[in-house]
């Protein structure tokens, strides 16, 4: 079982980034909440955003109004829109799928937002 995150790179402050998380080998994916995380240097692993296997969505307070989490089971992708990036969003982010009994990490992706 993957999880393969992508989407990172480098953006000026106000821009934008989409993430991916694309789950291989995993059966079921429509049953899964999947979550996005993030870790900036020198600071704890925080969570910025999740979706429920029934699309109920949860975002931190710091992105609120700024990500846009959704999903697309046939494809077992969750996505992460982040639109008026600022430097603060800097972090690497993981993705984190939760199913019946299993609880998987994939690797990180790095955004940073510097002018």
């Known amino acids: 079982v993957q999880l393969q995150a992508s989407g990172g790179g480098l953006v000026q402050p106000g821009g934008s980034l989409r993430l991916s998380c694309v789950a291989d080998?995993?059966?079921?994916?429509?049953?899964?909440?999947v979550g996005w995380f993030r870790q900036a240097p020198g600071k704890e692993r925080e969570a910025v955003s999740c979706?429920?296997?029934?699309?109920?969505?949860y975002y931190s307070d710091s992105v609120k109004s700024r990500f846009t989490i959704s999903r697309d089971d046939a494809k077992s992708t969750v996505y992460l829109q982040m639109n008026s990036l600022k430097p603060e969003d800097t972090a690497v982010y993981y993705c984190?799928?939760?199913?019946?009994?299993?609880?998987?990490w994939g690797h990180g992706t790095l955004v940073t937002v510097s002018s």
């Open positions: 080998r995993i059966q079921d994916y429509d049953y899964y909440a």
């Open positions: 984190n799928a939760v199913g019946p009994g299993t609880n998987h």
């Open positions: 979706i429920s296997n029934s699309d109920a969505t």
